[in-house]
């Protein structure tokens, strides 16, 4: 597994992209995180400190210039490759196909380019 953590990624309608600090207010009000703003910008504080952490995969959905969701991978098992995704987008951004858009792109280049496994002790893709 290669720890290249969190690149940009490009979609057909989406940027997804490091988390920044001008995100919270966006996050928040569509009540994709935080339960109050105050949290919401403390959680995202807390989370910037890891965008340059080669082991740490978090992107930020980015929709038409404002921050729509977040998807993650986590509980990473280096001896055997894999993670879990989480991921969680506004309510308003529901049901238009646009995590599955993102999913597919962070599970390509976890898959691919940090030669994650598609199971626990699957061999590496070709």
């Keep these: 597994m290669k720890h290249l953590g969190t690149h940009e990624l490009h979609t057909p309608r989406l940027l997804l992209r490091k988390l920044r600090k001008e995100d919270a207010e966006c996050l928040y009000s569509i009540g994709s995180l935080g339960n109050s703003l105050e949290e919401a910008v403390q959680l995202v504080e807390n989370m910037i400190q890891y965008n340059d952490d080669p082991f740490t995969f978090h ?7 404002k921050a729509i969701g977040r998807i993650k991978a986590w509980e990473i098992h280096p001896q055997h490759n894999y993670a879990q995704l989480g991921y969680d987008v506004g309510e308003p951004f529901r049901g238009q196909g646009l995590m599955t858009e993102a999913v597919r792109a962070v599970s390509e280049y976890l898959l691919k380019e940090c030669e994650f496994n598609r199971r626990a002790g699957a061999p590496p893709l070709p």
């Design 59 to 65: 992107w930020t959905l980015d929709y038409q210039g």
